[in-house]
DNA sequence: TACATTTTTGATGGGAGCTTGAAAACTAAT
DNA sequence: ATTAGTTTTCAAGCTCCCATCAAAAATGTA
């Protein structure tokens, strides 16, 4: 995986490109935009980390000229907390956006993100699916059916049913799950899901004791069956 | 969870020590760059709290000399907001800022967050791995496969089996081994890994007393025989 | 072969993790 | 302020996992 970085201040490009190659990521690093655009197009890059405020030009005028020629994953570094950058950036194009201060450790972890999602979006995800379990996921009525009997759920038990459901068999933590549900800076004890996920269970599951569809993983999680055998 | 905190105000380290102890965290505490350094390098800790203005050595320079050899999460504590800016620039390598003033529930939320956070952190294995002796290591639905055949693993399990997979062919020592499952603090018996080989055969040998997948190197350790023929 | 060392195996107590129900804290609307 | 619905916390009970021990088997060596 290439990763073009980027920056016009020395040392965030030089511990992000150590974070990143040690995580075995290739790295070239740019100064400003000119430079990026023209090594863009003359290699191959599988995803791109911008910062907004770059001399010359913009972050957001190298995001506009790449989207002319290529679908590649950006993500936008930002200087500003203020809303009308993430919106500006991601309405350009950026796939994710980054906040400064920034822990190299998170800039990692939203690289691994991102490139998750854009290749498994291969196969976009419909707005209606149905499981082999007899469950159907209506995400543009925003409601759950088990064998076309409507299921009602509260946001965060569609939320959470959602997430499982997204990657079927996958295993998410309680915490990957919090974060999903409840957000970055949520305060509370992760064991918050263990209560949803006996809600979910007492509703969709026909013995909740021995549940069929979510699934518990000792010491790791909880997983999403799709299909009905089990 | 041990974390160091690292404050010249003496009324700040003890509020704050308090707090996170009634959390159920063990919490230690030193005045100074210095001491922080020599502690952090001495003795194991899962989290740093960092004013950033210390008398001697700075938050930052303290920040960037633990990068050099941890990646343990830190959380910065600024003084002003107006640095902001300043900050931005200069202390990457930190996981998460708080500003003063704060509150003591602040940090406690905050320091609970980051911890989340990394300790989701997936590994940068491979998601599926599969072997010629018909093993497969599926590290997202976290389960293990033969010939197709599911095989429940415990936590544990899982990751002695995934260590030993990760460098077929390789010995690896029951220290090793029990340096990764049960981390560096582990004042046990080395030989519990022989339990958890018995039960790890029982599994996926077909017939454990005679094993074909992993084999024992008398007087050394244990190592993963990727190939069918054995 | 005989001996010492190392590994295997089975059994067991303690502990960690999961489930569940009930109550408390929040939210949103009346 | 009250109420209903939702989310979170807490404690009790339960299941399952893990570290330990001792006996038996296997291995390497003299």
Known sequence: MRILLVDDEKKIT????????????????AINGLIALTM??????DLLILDLMLPGMSGTKICSEIRKISSVPIIMLTA???EEDRIQ???????????????PREVV?????????????????????SY????????IQHEIRLNDQEILLTPTE??????????????LSRGQLVEIVQGHDFDGDDRVIDAHIKKIRQKIETTPSNPQIIMTVYGIGYKFYPSAGG
């Not at 150590?18 to 995580?23: I, K, N, S, T, V």
């Not at 350009?92 to 920034?102: R, S, V």
């Not at 998750?116 to 291969?122: F, K, P, S, V």
């Not at 082999?132 to 995400?139: E, F, V, Y």
């Open 14 to 29: 030089t511990v992000l490109k150590a974070y990143l190659q040690q995580e075995g990521f290739q790295v070239s690093t």
């Open 40 to 45: 863009f197009k003359e290699n191959p890059f």
């Open 80 to 82: 500003k907390v203020e």
């Open 89 to 103: 950036g991601l309405s350009i194009g950026a796939d994710d956006y980054i906040t400064k201060p920034f822990s």
């Open 109 to 129: 972890a939203r690289v691994r993100a991102v490139l998750r999602r854009t290749n498994n979006e291969t196969s976009p995800l419909a707005d209606v699916i």
């Open 132 to 139: 082999d379990n007899g469950l159907t996921i209506d995400n």
């Open 158 to 171: 569609f939320k959470i049913l959602g997430a499982l459901a997204k990657h079927p068999g996958r295993v």
